[in-house]
């Protein structure tokens, strides 16, 4: 192994042992005392590592680790590394991305090592956006992984807003999508007006209102309300009533 591969190996290995968990959980950990740091290159190698395992860590926070989330990842990496002045090859990357699955709590540590690197904080949200969108709409636990982030890292509301201006760019399509799918839900077309969804969402609450099957099976009770709940959302959508909940935050759609 050349010394960039025990470099990088030591950085991994230093997250390791009996109280590793535990003693990962603190900022100093991650960027060794200054009064021992001689070594800036093996310092920004272990922010490398760590945001590595985050990474990773939200990817698969569904139970999967896609092939875009991996080049998500590999990607983000290599910009950190060059950001950083210490640029990395693909081959170093994919040395440090084999063994970040076994770190743990790599998202807290994160966390607690932004709060005290300035400017790492909102840089890791986005980070964190963008590899839970690179292979689609991302998931309701990757989205409380990046909650978690926010919370942990001392986020403002300002942060978390500019972090979701990425995440509200790259689901374009799947905001053109839910439009129309609403659309078909109230039988109207995609271009249609205030006034033509209003009054299709009236025509079809008359139709499955609760209070219209009352007297009904319950199975068919349970159904109608369950068709009213949809059309409910739909016209939400299409009246500008819909909201995106992001990191904590109401943004409106």
Not at 78 to 85: A, C, N, V
Request: proline share 4%; glycine share 8%; with cysteine.
């Amino acid at each position: 192994m050349n010394w960039r591969g025990k470099a990088i190996g030591g950085s991994i290995g230093s997250f390791f042992g009996p109280l590793g968990a535990l003693a990962g959980a603190t900022a100093g950990h991650f960027l060794v005392d200054r009064k021992k740091a001689g070594d800036a290159e093996r310092q920004a190698l272990r922010l490398v590592a760590l945001t590595a395992g985050a990474l990773h860590e939200l990817a698969v926070a569904d139970g999967r680790f896609s092939v875009k989330e991996d080049a998500a990842v590999r990607s983000i990496l290599s910009e950190i590394s060059s950001q950083i002045g210490v640029p990395l090859t693909a081959q170093d990357i994919a040395y440090i991305l084999d063994d970040s699955p076994r770190l743990q709590r790599c998202v807290e540590r994160l966390a607690m090592m932004a709060r005290e690197v300035q400017g790492l904080a909102p840089a890791a949200a986005v980070w964190l956006w963008r590899t839970a969108v690179s292979d689609g709409d991302p998931t309701p636990p990757e989205i409380a992984c990046i909650n978690f982030f926010a919370r942990h890292a001392g986020l403002t509301d300002d942060d978390v807003r500019q972090a979701a201006v990425l995440y509200a760019r790259l689901s374009a399509t799947a905001t053109e999508t839910a439009r129309r799918e609403a659309c078909e839900e109230l039988g109207v077309p995609y271009n249609a007006d205030a006034r033509a969804i209003k009054s299709a969402y009236r025509r079809l609450s008359l139709k499955y209102h609760p209070d219209k099957h009352a007297g009904l099976d319950p199975d068919i009770r349970a159904l109608t309300a369950e068709k009213f709940a949809q059309l409910t959302e739909a016209y939400n959508l299409l009246a500008g009533h819909g909201s995106l909940y992001i990191s904590g935050l109401v943004v409106k759609s």
